[in-house]
Structure formats: structure tokens, C-alpha cells
């Protein structure tokens, strides 16, 4: 149990697009998400954190209007990086969480944007 | 900001030694885990201690955990190959998923 999903798990797009990526629970309802970013040969740095049906919180430093999350359904969270440009290429990750417990990861995205 | 401090940065070892690395934190937590990533991969969950907890055993890793001194330590025993990557503690302060990891050990086990 516990499978967390994101797809993709990779992406190239070209400067100025925006891209979508999904985070599912699959086998439990997700109250609780959140957003990792993770750059070459780095450390993970939360983003930010979704609740189901409210606004993310997001962390300090991390432009919310650049990052849109959307945590619509108990199983569903996306993250749309606007207008992407070279230095938004990174490894994206999400984790899921039910009822204030521990968090499970989906296995990542890696974003190209060229 | 990155609440966990990992020692050392990059470890070498060979096949069959043991490798350690630690983690240091500042706050108070609910729990603290370790997680491993192989180069340009997602993460593996390894172990999940809580702050009660002193010490936790799962396979050949061993987790001990030292609130006293906000401090934790992940052994490898009879290291393998297979062993190489990035191994990452993370803390969750309040207990419901919200992590903040440390910077990370790079290992890389030789045969």
C-alpha cells in the first residue's frame, strides 16, 4: 500500500512554456502534499506544502506565481511550472501524506527546459 | 532552510567494510528518517525512527537516534556494490510528512 505516482518522469520543453506534472495517491486519499525541488548533486528543499481544496503554503524564497500547485481531489496534486526557463531544470518530487501521518514519495520528475 | 547536517560529505569504501554517516539537526522532532537516491533517481525509503526511539534495525542498516545531542547515525554493514548512492536524513518536526533533509552522504562502494 501507499503508492504515490508522478508523471512524467521526465520532460523537456522549451523556454517560455509552461509544464504540468501530477502527483496521484494511489491506494489512500492524500489530505496533504508536497513539492521538493532538487538540484544537480544537491540536497531536496520543500517548496511547498498543498492541502486538498485550499491554497498551498508556500516556503520562503519560492515564487508562487512561478510554481502553481493544485490540490484538487484527495488524490490528485499538480505542480505547473510557468513560463519555464533554463534554471527552473531540475529534479521535482512530490510526497503524499494521509491524516497527519507520515508522507510517501512518488518517484520524480526531471525537467529539461532548453 | 535545510534543518539536518550530514557527515561526511562522500564516503569510499570496499566491499565488505561497514560505512557510517551522521546526521545532526537543530530543532526538536517527531521523527527522523533515512532515505537513499541513486544518481538521477527518486528516493528509497530506508528507516523511519521516531524520537522516542534510540535505535531501529532493518536489514543490514542499523539507525540510532540521540535526541539528547540531536543527532543520528545510519551504519551499512557488510557493504555491496549495489550499495552505492546518496544517502539523505530527513526530519519531520510535527509528524505529518513535512520533511527537511540533510545534505547528504555520497557513498560508493568499490568491489
Known amino acids: 500500500g501507499a503508492v504515490v505516482s508522478q508523471h512524467p518522469s521526465r520532460v523537456i520543453c522549451k523556454s517560455g512554456t509552461s509544464v504540468k506534472i501530477e502527483c496521484r495517491s494511489l491506494d489512500f486519499q492524500a489530505t496533504t502534499m508536497f513539492w521538493y525541488r532538487q538540484f544537480p548533486k544537491k540536497s531536496l528543499m520543500l517548496m511547498a506544502t498543498s492541502n486538498e481544496g485550499s491554497k498551498a503554503t508556500y516556503e520562503q524564497g519560492v515564487e508562487k506565481d512561478k510554481f502553481l500547485i493544485n490540490h484538487a481531489s484527495l488524490t490528485l496534486s499538480t505542480l505547473t511550472v510557468t513560463s519555464a526557463h533554463p534554471e527552473d531544470s531540475s529534479f521535482y518530487i512530490c510526497?503524499?501524506?494521509?491524516?497527519?501521518?507520515?508522507?510517501?514519495f512518488g518517484q520524480g520528475t526531471r525537467l529539461t527546459v532548453v | 532552510s535545510q534543518q539536518g547536517e550530514e557527515d561526511p560529505q562522500a564516503l569510499s569504501i570496499q566491499e565488505g567494510e561497514n560505512a557510517t554517516m551522521n546526521c545532526s539537526y537543530k530543532t526538536s522532532i517527531n521523527n527522523l528518517q533515512w532515505y537513499r537516491q541513486n544518481s538521477g533517481r527518486g528516493l528509497v525509503h530506508l528507516i523511519l525512527i521516531r524520537s522516542n526511539e534510540r535505535e531501529k534495525h532493518s536489514g543490514r542498516l542499523r539507525v540510532t537516534l540521540d535526541t539528547s545531542k540531536k543527532s543520528s547515525s545510519l551504519l551499512i554493514t557488510a557493504s555491496r556494490a549495489a550499495d552505492t548512492a546518496s544517502y539523505f536524513c530527513?526530519?519531520?518536526?510535527?509528524?505529518?510528512?513535512?520533511?527537511?533533509f540533510g545534505a547528504g552522504t555520497q557513498v560508493v562502494v568499490t568491489p
Open positions: 510526497s503524499a501524506s494521509h491524516d497527519y501521518t507520515e508522507a510517501f
Open positions: 530527513a526530519t519531520d518536526i510535527e509528524g505529518w510528512g513535512k520533511l527537511q
